[in-house]
Each structure stands twice: as C-alpha cells, then as structure tokens.
C-alpha cells in the first residue's frame, strides 16, 4: 500500500461552489468506452491487472464458513494454472487484491486464507452495512471488532442522510470517528453513490471523504438500486485527482457493484488510466468490487489462451 | 514465450508497463473495393462510370503512410459539360417525380448507405487520415440519418415546402466527408454534380456508386473528380442553377465574385473555427474534456479547424491544468486504429502551415504547450497544442488554424466575452460554459454564430441545420432551414442575365447627378401662388437616426412627374450620407432586435393606422408622381396598409422552433435579426414595394437603410412624418435618396451592412454579389427582374421571412436528476 492518506482540516470553501455537468459527464463516459480498447496480449495482460484489483467479494444473508472457504481459495488461485502458465505469467504472484465479507464472516476468512497460505488481506463492510441507520456507537463498534478479528482493510459506508440534510460537518466528523477505530486497517470508504441524488453531491461527499482521511474511496454498497455506472466513476476519480492536486496525496478509487463483465473491468482500467495515471492502475491505488466479474476473466483469458470458448465445467467455481 | 519475441511486448511486459497496444481495423473490404475498380476511376456520370481519354490522372494516397490507393482523373471542360448535361436531362423526369417517389429513393439510399458503413468509413479513414472511430461512429451514423431526415423533407415537400420548387440543377464542391453528403440529401430533390475535395475524392465516387445500386435514376447524382480550378468552369456554367460551396474564406469570395451576376444560387459555408467560451461557474472539467475533443477532432463545423477558448480570468489557472493534463492524454497516430483521438493531416504543407502559427506566437512571446508524447515518431501528424499568453492582435487569434490548435484568451466579464466572441470575422459555431442559466441563455442569444452549444460540443444531427453568419457564409445543410438553399418560389424562374462586362471599379462610383432639367430649365416648378400667397417650399430631406438631415454633398436632384416637368427636388444621398445612415441603423438595431414582439407589431399597427389617415393625400400625391389613375392609386395605397397588417401579424409568429433531435434536453431554433439591412427600392409599385420590403425587415428586428426609387423616390419620403409620429425608434427606418445605383454601391461596398437587398437592374445586381463578397454579406438581388408586387406570392412570400432572418440553433441539453 502507498502512504496513507492522512487527511486533512474540512474546507468547505473549495467544494461549495463546485457544479457538476450531468451530460457533459455522460457523454464523456461514452466516449471513454468507444474511444480506447486494447486487442489480443494487451487485452489478456490488462485482465490479469485487472484480476489483482479485484476484491472477490460475497456479501449476502446465506454466507458461511464453507462458501467463505471457497472464495478465499479462488482469491489465491484466480486463473487456472495451466493458462497462467501458457503466457508465462503463472510464477508471476496472480491472486486477487483481497476478499470482502461480512464482519461477521472475517474470523472465517482470515482462517481460511491463512490455510491456503496466502497473505492478501481481508476486508470487511462495516458501520451498518448496507444502510449505515443504526446509531453512531454501533458502527463504531463494528469497525473496532472486525479489526480485532483480523480484517485489514475496512470498507465503511457513509450516513447518506447527514449527505441529504447538507450536513456535511458531520459526515466529516463520522469519517473521522471511523478512521480513528480503524487503527492501522486501511479504510475504503463507500459513498452509496446510488442514493446521494445528484453528482454534484457525489463529488462534495467524495472531497469530504478524502478530507477526513480515507484511504480509498468506493463507489457503492452493490445494494442500492444503481451502483458503480461510469459517470459516478468520473465525478469520483476527477474528486480524487482533484484531491491529489491539492494536497499531494494519493487517494485509491474502488467501483463496486454491477461489475459483471471483463468489458467492464477494461472500461474501468481505462477510466484509470485516462484520468489519474499508471499509478492508479495497481492494488494499491485501484480496486474493483465484484464477485462474478473473475469468472468472466477467466473465460477470457481461457478463449485468448486456447482459441475455444470455454464450458461452465472448464473453470473452478468460486 | 518469455520476453519479447521480434519487439513484440510479452504479457508480463504489458501487464508491467500498462501501456496501449495496437488495435488496427482490418482495411480488406475498402482495399478490395479499390482493387475492383483496378484502382482507377473515371468520373460518375448519368449513372456510370466515364473515362474518357487523354485525361491526366491524380493519385489518392494514404496520408498516413504515402501508401497509393487509386488514381482518379483530373476533369477537363468537356467533362463539366457532359456531368451537366447528365443532370439537366435528368432533372426533367426526377422533377416531376411525385413527392412520394423521390422520398422513396431516398430511403433507399439511406437503406444502401447503411449496408455499407463500413466500407465507407474504412475508404474515409483511409483517403483523408481521419480516425477509424470518428469516421465510423459519428460521420456515417449522421449521414445516415441525413438521408432518412431527408426522406421526410422529400415526402412532404409538397406540404411542408408549398409555394417553393426545386432549383434545378446543383452543383456541390464541398471540402470534406461528411459535408459533401449531408448536402446532397436536401439538394436531391435537384439533380447534383458533386466535385469532391481534391484530397478525399474516394468516398464520394463509392457513394455515386452505391447512388446508383439504389436505383438513383441516371443522371441525378454525378461525380466529377478535378482540381479546384474545374470549380470556376462548373460555377459559371449557365446550366448550373445552384453553387455551394464548403471551404476556405478566400475561395468562397472568389467564387461569389465569379458568379456575380450570372444568376445561379450561391450557398457558402465557409471555414470558421470553434469559438467556446468558459465562465467561472462552469463545469471546469465538462469543458475541459469538450475542448480536448474540439482539438482533436476532425469532424468540428470547419473540419479540422482548431478552436479559440476565452476563458473567465478567475478560472483560467484551474481549465489550463486541467486541459494540459487532458491534452497530454489524446492519443495521435495510424488512423485505423481504433483507439486513436487524432489522425493524419492532409500532407506536410498542412503541417507547415500550423507550424508556422506557432513558431510565429512563439516568438511573440506566447507560451506552448503540445502533447508531444502523443505523436509518432514518423508521418504527418501535429501534436494537440495549446497557445496561451497571446492578444486580439495575434495572427493565431484572428485567423483560423486548420490544425489541432487551442487558442486561448481571457475576459474579465460576461459582457466583454460576448464582445470578444464577436470580434471576429467568422460565426460559425460556439459553446458556453456555465452552470447559470440566465448567462448561458443571455450569452447563447448574443454571440454572432449559426449554432451554440450549451455545456457540450460538437453536437449534429440532421434535424437542426448548420450554418455560419459573417464571413462563415449562410450556407445551411439540415433542418428545415437547410431545405430554403435549395428551393425558389414557386412562380419565379431562374434569372438569366446576360453575363455584362461590368467595370467593377467604376460602376456607378459617382451619382451622375445633374439631369436634366435643372435649374434654369423651362419645365422647373415653381411654387405656386394662392391668392397672391406663395406656398411654402416643401425640402425633402434624407431620413435617418429618426431626423430628417440634408444631404452632405449639399445636391439635390429633381423628381419628374409623367409629363416630365419637375415635381420636387430630393436630397442627391452621396457615400457620407449611407456612412451616417448605417451608423444610426447599427445604434438603432440591437435594441429593436431584443424589443418584445407585441412591441415591434404595435409600431406596425401605429404605422398602418397614421397611413390610413392620410390615406387620400397619399394616394393623390402617388397619382400626381406616377400617373396612375386615382383607383389604381387608391388601390396600392389599400395594399400597402395590408402589407403592413401581413408582416406586424408575422413580428410574434416566426420567431423559431423546436428541433427534434436526439439530444436529452431542447435544440432550440431562433429566427434571429440579421442586424442591419440595405434595401434599394424598384421603381415598379413605388409605394408598395417600399413598405413590403421594409415592413418584414422591420418586423423581425432589423435596422434598415433603405435607398428608394430613384424615379419615384416621393412615397417613401412622405412616410417619414408617418414614421416620426408612429413611435418607430430613431435609426430603424432610414431612407437616402439619389442614385440608386450608386448608393447601393456604398451599402454593398460597407463591411459592416449584413444584408443587401437590390431590386434594380441586372448591372447593379451583378454589382452588389460582387461587391458583397467583401464581408460575405447576404444578398438578395432581382437581376432586373420585376415582380408584380400587388400579387401576395411575390410581394409578401415565405421567401421576405427568409430573407429578413437569419438562424441560430442552441442545443441545450438536460439532466441532472440521478438514481434516487
């Protein structure tokens, strides 16, 4: 991970007037995806990125200890051997970012890593995951026991409702609260991006959330109704550029939520790239949120290898 | 597989460095194309291919790489008069075609183009060095759409276009793909002999092609290929009835001047670089990314013109950075790749000439910033450039960069961004930046431009038209306002003066005053005695800024009544006097422009009401001039108060419309003022035909200087109490008398008149389009044509609405409702 984001005193001056262009923003998000596209090698070693930024992620009321198990196998081994080998790149550490669970699911997570030998981090949602509507004790003590439990990474959710009301002291003041009961757990922070009403709100929450120290900042829960779109993901990486600009630091960008396809993942990549730079493009800076979105790497990655379009069967479930 | 195999890139090597790879579209279907042809063609005449002997041939290459495509030939005069003769013959069938049946061709068309799309976008990308992407994503997407838009027009000409027909036969020299397509659908209902730009000829003889496999009849769309000198031979070809023209400033003067007088119809569009301007409550990065695309893009109004950015002082540091970083990230280089912002120029003598731009700011101190990065390391490319620190006075600033140059100036206010975004020759198109709507909407209605974009870019479609106004040209192609460059009314035919030998330096340069009688001269008037009591002498003055002025030149000249003796003396208007009046018109016009509608028409009204009460001495006075009899005089007196009633019905019935584009949001159409127009008079219908010339320009906001009968220049001076006591603004109306001839001269000559209206003889219509092409103001000219003014077809027509307004089309789109 790169420096920590430390944050910074709230400056509500700089953000106030700032007015985001819906169309302009849309019709920038079709331009990037008809604009780049990368072709053959290129495309299979951008997928292979692409697979070490993923956060493989369950987040649902049926988890337990055995599909968690699973998961954390497929963090460790996310392309099948054989095909990693065919393009040189199996000696070359391939596994996903980390995986995302429930807190209540890190104890399993850790264990299950642990027995795999594999040393990427759990993260865990946090402060009333999904909704963030129970009371500020409770999200705090949320965070402080999944630390406890052995996640590393804390994926906290903001109070939309302090966003709705215009408090936007407070939602500094939350933030800040989370940061601190995160300890030495990196915090991504999840603006529920679905639920905020406007882009220009979703820029002031992306600033404020940068200001009161979060290491990374994520678009969505994958619970609202719309989740991580492209034009979200613009006003997000142009806060945290504006961010970088302003203070010299680095803050990472985690889309999250109807991530589904490898096409996808290469948008995002590309918006990345376009946007914030090469740095952006590695774990430390970039995540991608999503459960099914490997599967459809591998079969990617499997068609470049072989020629053939792969079966269900080909390829080891997560 | 390890390491790089032959400088190939392993993936592990990619997956380090994340860099971009190569993503070439396949050129197969447009090099077999070439190769079915032998990569040689002729030109497309009356439905095939036309090859005729001892032609030199030209060769179309990729610019990219220099690589050959085909050999085209370069046109000789008989060639321009077979292609002609093609569309004439025809034109007779294709236009008594039913409205129904042309529709349908053009749907076929539409339907033919679609089929191949790709092959058409590969054949651009590969002739012109266009991107792939641009060329298959935008430029073929809208072209086909023009043809369906089109469809509809033909379909329902005969509804929607009601006492208008087509031209005839249409003669299309447009610079680059699309524009040479878009234009033919609307002139498809004329017969068309399109010479496509020297450098991109291909693209235009595949479509002649596909013209043809969709069952075009023979001879509606003929291709000539040829160097733009075959332009003047075609231009001047009495059987051409119709010129547009997409180019540079400098050609399109020159063909105004070639086909002065000749009688066919000029449509100009011409350069004109993107204006955009960015206020502090933009959206900084929304107008960043839109004026990277601006840069990049090949596709702009101008193709391939750069951009001027007048940026609000207070952001400028915030937008450059923002463009610099963007800038640095377009990518530049083989136009068939897919993932390319630019491609190739035309040749090396385009890269020289925006080098030249640059190294000239340079050195005036300017600072540079290009995206070198961007560029490969051979072929013609120029990396995306952004000039700052330079003034009004730069070269850069007021001339147009055909080249991926951003020029940029600041503005301290919205006020001085509006006088800096008009201080320039060209008004083609621009964008607004800004989150605060009444600015937008404000700045939106006083930029001298055909198209403004709000918060956006580069939006076309077939639905809202695109034009210029100053010396962009007021060619339109699209919307219904495209429609009128390529009709006539009904009842009127094609003016065919005989092409005079006309001394263009001495025409009517000076009055010519003192005819016979003057003073001394039997048939003088006297005034006459009553009881003993002389009259009081009555002086006609000259009529502007709402006062009557004698004439600077001190002259007058005598007005004759039917027996010839001299029935008053009027003010001899000299050069001065039209200088004077154009300059109370100009105080006058912005204000009459912005008056509300209601306002304008009630001024109208207040004028028909004080004419009407002076009815009987009007009509006494017309008869005492002319010599028509009292009813008759009567009579013209009655139609004039009609005319007058016709257009105050028509100051809040025309002011624009909704265009149905696919924006999210509104493409508003505003018939704007032109500003300031001369109108010589004709001596026909004297009183009639002032008012009805005078009365729609009015109307719809104009200023006018209008230059009277110099036969019978008295109705219009009799006006002028009826203009004092009517609440007409001081400078809306005015009126010089004198020689027509000369005083048009000095109108059409002025570079700050936007219209002139000349109803004389075909000496001084060849006069005026000659004359115009100084500030490429529109023209209207009778080519010594008369009209039967008491008929309402030809006295009070659609064609006056057209004439006295110019269009704006502002898209505005919408949105910022989002999810929850």
């Known amino acids: 991970m790169s420096a920590r984001n430390p944050g910074t005193e709230l400056d509500l001056g700089s953000i106030s007037r700032v007015q985001v262009n819906q169309p302009a923003v849309i019709r920038h998000a079709e331009q990037i995806q008809a604009r780049r596209t990368v072709k053959k090698d290129w495309q299979a070693a951008w997928l292979l990125r692409a697979v070490t930024c993923i956060d493989l992620t ?64 759990v993260a865990s949602v946090a402060t009333g995951f999904p909704a963030a509507q129970t009371s500020l004790k409770n999200r705090l003590e949320e965070i402080r026991i999944a630390v406890e439990d052995g996640a590393r990474e804390i994926d906290i959710v903001i109070n939309r409702t302090l966003v709705l009301t215009g408090q936007w002291e407070g939602l500094y003041e939350e933030i800040r609260q989370f ?123 499997y068609h470049h290898v072989t020629g053939r379009y792969a079966a269900y069967h080909d390829l080891p479930m997560a | 597989m390890a390491g790089a195999a032959g400088g190939r890139p392993s993936v592990w090597g990619i997956y380090s460095s994340m860099e971009y790879g190569p993503a070439p579209e396949g050129a197969g279907p447009a090099q077999a194309w070439l190769e079915t042809h032998g990569r040689s063609f002729g030109h497309f005449v009356d439905g095939k291919w036309l090859k005729p002997e001892g032609r030199e041939t030209a060769s179309s290459t990729n610019p990219a790489t220099g690589e050959l495509l085909a050999t085209t030939l370069q046109g000789a005069p008989e060639d321009v008069e077979a292609a002609v003769q093609a569309a004439a013959k025809a034109f007779e069938a294709w236009s008594r075609l039913p409205c129904h049946a042309r529709a349908r061709h053009l749907h076929n068309m539409a339907r033919t183009i679609q089929k191949h799309q790709r092959l058409l976008a590969l054949l651009e990308s590969l002739d012109t060095g266009k991107p792939i992407g641009e060329a298959r994503d935008r430029d073929l997407p809208l072209v086909v759409r023009h043809f369906y838009h089109h469809t509809g027009w033909a379909q329902l000409m005969g509804t929607e276009m009601g006492g208008w027909k087509p031209l005839g036969e249409y003669l299309a020299q447009r610079v680059r793909f699309p524009r040479p397509v878009l234009e033919l659908c609307a002139c498809l209902w004329n017969t068309v002999v399109l010479l496509p730009p020297p450098r991109a000829r291909l693209s235009a003889l595949l479509l002649a092609e596909l013209g043809a496999q969709a069952g075009l ?30 180019g540079s400033v400098e050609v399109g003067r020159s063909l105004r001047r070639a086909t002065a007088g000749r009688g066919p119809r000029l449509s100009l569009q011409l350069g004109g670089d993107t204006l955009a301007i960015v206020f502090d409550s933009a959206d900084l990065d929304g107008a960043a990314v839109g004026l990277s695309n601006a840069v990049s893009c090949q596709r702009g109004p101008a193709p391939g013109a750069g951009a001027l950015l007048l940026v609000q002082e207070a952001v400028a540091g915030a937008l450059l950075q923002r463009l610099r970083a963007r800038l640095g990230k377009l990518r530049v280089g083989d136009p068939l790749d897919k993932a390319m912002d630019g491609g190739a120029l035309a040749d090396e003598a385009q890269r020289g000439a925006i080098e030249a731009y640059v190294e000239e700011a340079r050195a005036e101190g300017a600072e540079i910033f290009q995206a070198w990065a961007a560029l490969p390391a051979r072929g013609p490319f120029y990396p995306p450039t952004m000039i700052t620190g330079v003034a009004t006075t730069s070269r850069c600033v007021r001339e147009e960069i055909l080249g991926p140059v951003l020029v940029v100036l600041s503005f301290r206010t919205a006020k001085e961004a509006v006088a800096l975004g008009n201080n320039r020759p060209s008004g083609l198109a621009a964008s607004v930046w800004t989150e605060n709507l009444p600015l937008a909407m404000e700045v939106a209605q006083s930029l001298h431009v055909g198209t403004v974009w709000i918060n956006g870019q580069n939006l076309f479609d077939a639905a809202a038209g695109v034009g210029g106004t100053k010396e962009s040209g007021n060619g339109w192609d699209g919307g219904k306002e495209g429609l009128y460059e390529y009709v006539r009314p009904s009842w009127q035919s094609r003016p065919r003066p005989g092409p005079a030998e006309l001394d263009y330096k001495t025409f009517a340069a000076s009055s010519g005053a003192a005819p016979p009688p003057v003073p001394g001269h039997s048939g003088v008037a006297r005034p006459e005695l009553e009881e003993n009591m002389p009259r009081v002498d009555r002086t006609y003055k000259l009529y502007y800024g709402g006062a009557q002025k004698r004439p600077e030149g001190m002259a007058s000249l005598p007005v004759l009544d039917p027996a010839g003796n001299v029935l008053a003396y009027v003010a001899d208007g000299s050069a001065k006097d039209i200088r004077n009046a154009v300059e109370a018109a100009h105080k006058a016009a912005p204000g009459w422009g912005k008056r509300a509608a209601h306002a304008r028409a009630q001024v109208l009204y207040y004028v028909a009401e004080n004419l009407e009460l002076r009815r009987e001495e009007v009509a006494s006075r017309l008869g005492a001039l002319t010599g028509a009899p009292p009813k008759e005089a009567q009579r013209e007196v009655d139609l004039a108060l009609e005319r007058l009633f016709h257009w105050a019905a028509f100051c809040d019935k025309s002011g624009g419309a909704v265009q149905e584009t696919p924006l999210h949001g509104t493409t508003l159409q505003l018939r704007q003022p032109l500003g300031v127009v001369g109108v010589a008079c004709p001596d026909e219908r004297p009183l009639l035909s002032f008012l009805s010339l005078l009365a729609p320009a009015v109307a719809r906001g104009n200023a006018v200087v209008m230059v009277p009968s110099s036969r019978y220049p008295l109705p219009a001076l009799d006006l002028c109490q009826i203009f004092d006591t009517s609440d007409v603004p001081g400078g809306v109306v005015n009126i010089v008398t004198g020689n027509r001839d000369h005083l048009s001269r000095t109108l059409a000559q002025h570079q700050d008149v936007h219209a002139m209206w000349y109803f004389g003889s075909p000496q001084g219509s060849q006069f005026v389009e000659w004359a115009s092409a100084g500030n490429l103001k529109r023209t209207w000219v009778s080519h010594g044509a008369p009209r039967r003014w008491e008929d309402p077809a030809q006295g009070a027509g659609e064609e006056f609405l057209y004439q006295a307004t110019q269009c704006k089309n502002i898209w505005i789109p919408m949105g910022e409702i989002f999810a929850n």
């Open chain 1, 179 to 301: 940061r601190q009961a995160c300890g030495d757990a990196h915090m991504k922070t999840i603006l529920a991006t679905g639920e905020l009403g406007s882009l220009t709100n979703v820029y002031k929450a992306s600033m404020v959330a940068m200001m009161a120290g979060s290491d990374f900042i994520k678009t969505s829960t994958g619970k609202e109704a719309v989740n991580a779109t492209l034009p979200v993901g613009i006003v997000m990486v142009r806060a945290v550029r504006d961010f970088y600009w302003k203070t010299g630091n680095k803050v990472g960008f985690k889309p999250a939520g109807g991530i589904r396809s490898a096409k996808d993942a290469l948008t995002w990549l590309v918006l990345m790239k376009e946007e914030l730079g090469d740095e952006w493009l590695k774990p430390d800076l970039f995540r991608l949120g999503a459960s099914t979105l490997l599967s459809d790497i591998e079969r990617q990655i």
């Open chain 2, 217 to 246: 009849p023979p001879g509606v769309l003929n291709v000539l290929t040829g160097e733009g000198a075959l332009a003047g031979g075609l231009a001047a070809h009495p059987g051409v009835d119709a010129v547009a023209l997409a």
């Open chain 1, 58 to 121: 369950t987040l649902s009321g049926d988890d337990t200890p055995s599909n968690i198990h699973r998961l954390c196998y497929k963090a460790k081994h996310p392309i099948r051997e054989d095909l990693l080998r065919a393009m040189n790149m199996h000696d070359k550490g391939i596994t996903t970012a980390a995986v995302c669970v429930y807190p209540a699911r890190v104890a399993d997570a850790v264990k299950a890593l642990k027995a795999a030998g594999c040393n990427i981090p």
